[in-house]
């Protein structure tokens, strides 16, 4: 599966977007970019997937590159209750059961 | 979403004992599940692939002596630390794969926090 690259941090105000970058310069074609995030002491959370076309769901907003080198994932309106690590992984979706291999991932901190 | 339970969350034990981790598919059933471990402020590390009917598949570097893993039904996987000692002390966290599209999505469980005297 191909690496991804992420800011180690970022803050964002509570009721803001946030935007949070993710480069996988080395994505094959039938790779997909998930997301997914972990709030503290508990285990990770899907949040969006997509393969070349942006998505969007109750979440969150995933917008990718039309060369797919790089995506973007955007939370409307931060809320505290955002404040997590979110991870940018890419594997192939075809690859059933497939494991995941977590990146170090973007601690987000949510502020008032 | 699907829902992946962990029993128990938190256990404390002595060294040399050894322990069970539970990890349950509550509304669906899964022929693979994943164990990770997390130590504090790390990522996870992806430790072993548990298949219902066949032995598990460990990763580069996880001793499958020392973690027994075990897939009894479509919805049951226990991981158990044999001879736990202090190094042993992390967050053990589950998932498994629900079908329902074609992202296959993964649903964990809320983890088990181990820690060894």
């Known amino acids: 599966d191909a690496k991804t690259t992420q800011p180690t941090s970022m803050d964002c105000a509570e009721g803001r977007a946030a935007n949070l970058p993710c480069n996988h310069s080395?994505?094959?074609?039938?790779?997909?970019v998930y997301w997914y995030r972990q709030i503290h002491s508990q285990g990770p959370q899907y949040i969006i997937h997509?393969?070349?076309n942006n998505e969007t769901n109750e979440m969150a907003s995933l917008i990718i590159t039309e060369d797919r080198k790089s995506s973007t994932l955007i939370l409307p309106h931060a809320t505290l209750r955002d404040t997590a690590v979110y991870y940018c992984i890419v594997r192939v979706a075809t690859d059933s059961w497939g494991k995941l291999q977590f990146g170090a991932g973007t601690q987000v901190v949510v502020t008032p | 979403g699907a829902v992946v339970s962990q029993h128990p969350s938190r256990v404390i034990c002595k060294s040399g004992t050894s322990v069970k981790i539970e990890c349950r598919s509550l509304?669906?059933?899964?022929?693979?599940m994943f164990w990770y471990r997390q130590f504090p402020k790390k990522s996870l590390m992806l430790m072993a692939t548990s298949n219902e009917g066949s032995k598990a598949t460990y990763e580069q570097g996880v001793e499958k002596d020392k973690f027994l893993i075990n897939h009894a039904s479509l919805t049951l996987s226990t991981l158990t630390v044999t001879s736990a000692h202090p190094e042993d002390s992390s967050f053990y966290i589950c998932?498994?794969?629900?079908?329902?599209?074609?992202?296959?999505?993964?649903?964990f469980g809320p983890g088990t926090r181990l820690t060894v005297l």
């Open positions: 998932s498994a794969p629900s079908g329902t599209s074609g992202g296959n999505e993964q649903f």
């Open positions: 997509g393969l070349k």
């Open positions: 509304d669906f059933q899964a022929t693979t």
């Open positions: 080395t994505i094959s074609g039938n790779e997909y």
